[in-house]
């Protein structure tokens, strides 16, 4: 193993973004450098997800709302389910059918979650999505910082969005 010299504030800064997220300085920097790390699951898989290559390679925020609504469908199946039929009001995000998306609007854009038997509303903003986001992970029961992260990610820019990783256990 090499090793290098850096500044007491950088380290100290790179020993509060591994801890917070739950891990090592190496795989922080590999991640943030955007190489393999011997430990490809993180103690934070959704955080590992935005960071990974097949969520960076995305590049519209349609397309990385649903690579986010498709990734917590696969890993959270049942709460994803429960989620769905517990929404509430005319208007629904989810459903199980573009018919029934369209039932409750004619003029939605929905889309299929690949993965998925789901689909999404797709006409909303950006911030309408994140805060659709954030009460599913909310209801999934994910913490505060890792739902704000994973909000964040959608529409931002990719430097923004590391920077905001390093922020967000500083």
């Not at 490809?40 to 986010?68: C, N, S």
């Not at 018919?99 to 950006?126: K, L, S, V």
């Not at 805060?131 to 029961?141: A, D, K, P, T, V």
Request: net charge positive; hydrophobic share 45%; charged share 25%.
């Amino acid at each position: 193993m090499k090793k290098i010299e850096i500044s007491d504030a950088v380290y100290a800064a790179l020993q509060r973004l591994a801890s917070g997220f739950h891990r090592t300085p190496d795989e922080v920097l590999a991640h943030l450098l955007n190489l393999p790390t011997s430990s490809p699951e993180a103690a934070e898989p959704l955080a590992a997800f935005v960071l990974g290559p097949d969520f960076r390679g995305k590049f519209t925020d349609a397309d990385k709302y649903l690579a986010l609504l498709g990734w917590i469908a696969v890993r959270h199946t049942d709460d994803f389910g429960e989620f769905i039929r517990t929404q509430s009001g005319r208007r629904r995000f989810l459903s199980l059918s573009r018919d029934e998306i369209i039932a409750a609007c004619r003029h939605n854009q929905a889309r299929p979650i690949a993965g998925t038997p789901y689909w999404a509303i797709m006409n909303i903003d950006t911030a309408t999505k994140r805060r659709f986001l954030s009460r599913l992970l909310e209801f999934i029961g994910y913490r505060d910082d890792i739902i704000e992260f994973a909000c964040g990610a959608i529409g931002m820019k990719r430097a923004s969005r590391h920077r905001r990783y390093a922020a967000l256990v500083a």
